[in-house]
C-alpha cells in the first residue's frame, strides 16, 4: 500500500528508517495503523534486514498518542493480525517480536499509544532536551490498553512502573534514563548522530547471529502476549464510561490533538481538569 504517514528509506538491505509524517502532531489513527500493519508485513518477510530506525518529522512530537476523535470501528473492523488481537494489541506484540533490532530515536512527545509504541521497540534513545514520554490515560479515567503496564514494570521496575502510570505525568528524556524507561538520553544536537552511528554499527553484523541474539533475549525479557488482551479490554470499558468520556471532551475542547498548548503540556494540563465524582468499585 501506498504510506502516507510513514516514509520508508532502505539505507541498506541491513538498515531501514521509518520516519513519522502525520501532521499536525504525529497521532496514531486508523490510517496509521494500516500502514504500519503493511510495514510489519514486509520486515516479517524480509530475511536481510537487521535495523529499524524510528524516527519523527516532527520535532515536538515523535508520535503524540491515539486519535481519540477517531470512529473505533475503522480500527476495529480492520481483519485480524496473526496474534489475532485487536489491531493494536497485535502491531505492538509483532513489533517486539520482529526478528530485526528495532531503535526509537525518540525527539518530541511520546505519549499514551505513542509511549507504548516506543515500549515495544527494543532500544530506546533519546533527545535530553525535547523528548517528553507518558502515559497521560489516568487522566481521562482510562486505563491504557497497549501494554504498558506489562512492559514497564520489566523495564523500570514495579514503583517506577506505577507512578509513570498513576500519575499520567511528563517524563523527560533525563528523568526516562534514569528510570530505565529509555536506554540513554543525549544532547539533542548529538542524538541523530549517534543513532546513525549505533544503527550503521550493528547493521554491519551478520544478520542471522543478530535475530538468534534477539530470539535468546525475547524468550526471557518478553511479556507473554496473553497479559495483553485484557488491558485492552479495560481500556474499552474505561473509555465508555461517561466520566472518561467528559473528561475526553474537556480536553478536546480546550485543545487537545490540535499543536498547541494543551498536546505540548499535557502533563500539566491533565492536572487541572475537575476531578470526576467519587464512585465505588
Excluded: C
Aim: charged share 25%; aromatic share 8%.
Amino acid at each position: 500500500m501506498e504510506q502516507e504517514q510513514l516514509r520508508v528509506v532502505r539505507d541498506s538491505a541491513a538498515l531501514w528508517r521509518v520516519t513519522f509524517d502525520a501532521p499536525p502532531i504525529n497521532l496514531i489513527g486508523p490510517q496509521m495503523v494500516r500502514e504500519m500493519r503493511a510495514l510489519l508485513e514486509d520486515l516479517e518477510k524480509d530475511r536481510y534486514v537487521a535495523v529499524v530506525v524510528f524516527e519523527t518529522a516532527n520535532p515536538d512530537f515523535f508520535l503524540a498518542h491515539w486519535d481519540i476523535a477517531a470512529d473505533p470501528a475503522l480500527v476495529g473492523d480492520l481483519p485480524p493480525g496473526p496474534t489475532g488481537y485487536h489491531p493494536w494489541v497485535d502491531i505492538l506484540i509483532r513489533l517486539s517480536r520482529l526478528p530485526a533490532v528495532t531503535v526509537s530515536s525518540i525527539r518530541g512527545r511520546a505519549r499514551g499509544a505513542g509511549s507504548e509504541f516506543v515500549l515495544a521497540t527494543d532500544i530506546r534513545f533519546a533527545s535530553r532536551e525535547k523528548a517528553i514520554l507518558g502515559q497521560f490515560e489516568i487522566g481521562t479515567g482510562a486505563v491504557p490498553g497497549g501494554g504498558p503496564s506489562s512492559r514497564l514494570p520489566r523495564l523500570v521496575g514495579r514503583g517506577r512502573a506505577l507512578e509513570i502510570l498513576v500519575t499520567g505525568g511528563d517524563f523527560d528524556g533525563e528523568i526516562a534514563e534514569r528510570y530505565g524507561y529509555v536506554n540513554r538520553s543525549l544532547p539533542d544536537e548529538e542524538l541523530d548522530g549517534f543513532v546513525n552511528e549505533f544503527a550503521e554499527r550493528v547493521s554491519k553484523f551478520d544478520v542471522r547471529a543478530l535475530h538468534e541474539v534477539k530470539q535468546f533475549v525475547n524468550a526471557v525479557s518478553l511479556p507473554p502476549d496473553d497479559e495483553f488482551p485484557a488491558q485492552m479490554d479495560a481500556f474499552w470499558r474505561s473509555v465508555s464510561r461517561p466520566e472518561t468520556q467528559a473528561r475526553a471532551g474537556e480536553l478536546l475542547a480546550d485543545g487537545l490533538q490540535e499543536y498547541g498548548p494543551t498536546e505540548l503540556n499535557l502533563g500539566a494540563r491533565l492536572a487541572a481538569i475537575a476531578p470526576p465524582p467519587a464512585v465505588g468499585r
